[in-house]
Structure formats: structure tokens, C-alpha cells
């Protein structure tokens, strides 16, 4: 079960934590090590796959949904295209790589939600495109998924925080 592969890994951290919101948490999760661990980001992925359309263009944002990103259109044969956190000051001077069309359907991807904050500020650089669904490995629960889909966009996770807890994660496991 990739819930218990990501609890092995460590991936639930429990302490004392200041999260990019500036929130306090007991908890962290920390999928960024996944890239190191091609086979449980395949099996993420083949979990995420359920939430995606064939055909319908990726974007990971920047820089911890990117490798699921590429992972879906490497496995599945979904276009992807590439946002970067800032315009490049040289070369082609892009924000957005790949080939794409204005107002085209998209998938964004993203390992957690918090606030959403983060999420909405990479969706004003998607603004060219029809966002159909943001999906989520984690969802902390914490208000980012009811500010995003009061704005308009379907929101859907794999997990939760409360799926990392050791009092439902050991109920989980039991049954």
C-alpha cells in the first residue's frame, strides 16, 4: 500500500513545524525525497491516474508537483507542459514550456495543499488555459481545498493529513 511506503520513508514527520503558510503543525509531510524513489512515484502516479483524463495536458507546479507531472505523461501518454516559478531572463524569456494552445483544458498537480495559496498564484500564470481539475497527493485539510473550489475549480486528493496520523493510519491498517 503506498500509504504505508510513504510512512516508511518518513514522509510524516511529527514536531514541531512552521509550514510555508507560516502556519504551526505538529505534522510535515515531505514528498520531496520521492524523487529518489522512482518506484513508489510510479505508484502515486498510477493512484493519480485515476483523476486523470486521457489526453487532457498536465502541469505540474513548481518545483514538488513537477515530477508527477512528467511521470503521468511519461506512463500514461498525457501531454505535459512546464511552469517555472519565474520568467527566464534569457533565451526565449518563457514562463510556460511546451506545446500548447490558448484556452486549452489542463490538469494541474501538486504534492500538498495547505491554504492554497501557493496553488492560486501558479494558476494566475495558467490563466491561458481552462483548468479542469487540480489534483493533490496530501490535503492538510486546512482550508486551501474550500478556497479553491469557491473560486471555481474541482479540487481532488489521494490523501489527507489525517490519513498520516498514527491513530487512523493504525485503524486503516487494521481493517
Given at each position: 500500500?503506498?500509504?504505508?511506503?510513504?510512512?516508511?520513508?518518513?514522509?510524516?514527520?511529527?514536531?514541531?513545524?512552521?509550514?510555508?503558510?507560516?502556519?504551526?503543525?505538529?505534522?510535515?509531510?515531505?514528498?520531496?525525497?520521492?524523487v529518489?524513489?522512482?518506484?513508489?512515484?510510479?505508484?502515486?502516479?498510477?493512484?493519480?491516474?485515476?483523476?486523470?483524463?486521457?489526453?487532457?495536458?498536465?502541469?505540474?507546479?513548481?518545483?514538488?508537483?513537477?515530477?508527477?507531472?512528467?511521470?503521468?505523461?511519461?506512463?500514461?501518454?498525457?501531454?505535459?507542459?512546464?511552469?517555472?516559478?519565474?520568467?527566464?531572463?534569457?533565451?526565449?524569456?518563457?514562463?510556460?514550456?511546451?506545446?500548447?494552445?490558448?484556452?486549452?483544458?489542463?490538469i494541474?498537480?501538486?504534492?500538498?495543499?495547505?491554504?492554497?495559496?501557493?496553488?492560486?498564484?501558479?494558476?494566475?500564470?495558467?490563466?491561458?488555459?481552462?483548468?479542469?481539475?487540480?489534483?493533490?497527493?496530501?490535503?492538510?485539510?486546512?482550508?486551501?481545498?474550500?478556497?479553491?473550489?469557491?473560486?471555481?475549480?474541482?479540487?481532488?486528493?489521494?490523501?489527507?493529513?489525517?490519513?498520516?496520523?498514527?491513530?487512523n493510519?493504525?485503524?486503516?491498517?487494521?481493517?
Amino acid at each position: 500500500m503506498v500509504l504505508d511506503i510513504l510512512i516508511e520513508l518518513g514522509c510524516c514527520k511529527e514536531g514541531d513545524f512552521t509550514l510555508k503558510s507560516g502556519k504551526k503543525s505538529n505534522y510535515y509531510i515531505d514528498l520531496r525525497p520521492l524523487v529518489s524513489h522512482p518506484g513508489i512515484l510510479k505508484n502515486i502516479c498510477q493512484l493519480m491516474k485515476t483523476h486523470i483524463e486521457e489526453g487532457v495536458k498536465i502541469c505540474g507546479l513548481p518545483y514538488a508537483g513537477i515530477p508527477y507531472a512528467f511521470t503521468l505523461s511519461v506512463l500514461y501518454d498525457n501531454p505535459c507542459v512546464l511552469l517555472r516559478k519565474e520568467k527566464k531572463q534569457h533565451g526565449t524569456a518563457k514562463l510556460l514550456e511546451g506545446d500548447f494552445q490558448k484556452g486549452e483544458e489542463l490538469i494541474v498537480v501538486d504534492d500538498i495543499l495547505t491554504t492554497g495559496e501557493s496553488v492560486i498564484q501558479s494558476l494566475k500564470k495558467l490563466s491561458c488555459f481552462k483548468i479542469k481539475k487540480i489534483v493533490i497527493v496530501v490535503d492538510r485539510e486546512e482550508g486551501g481545498r474550500e478556497r479553491l473550489e469557491k473560486m471555481g475549480y474541482q479540487v481532488e486528493s489521494l490523501f489527507t493529513l489525517k490519513d498520516f496520523q498514527p491513530e487512523n493510519y493504525y485503524l486503516k491498517k487494521i481493517n
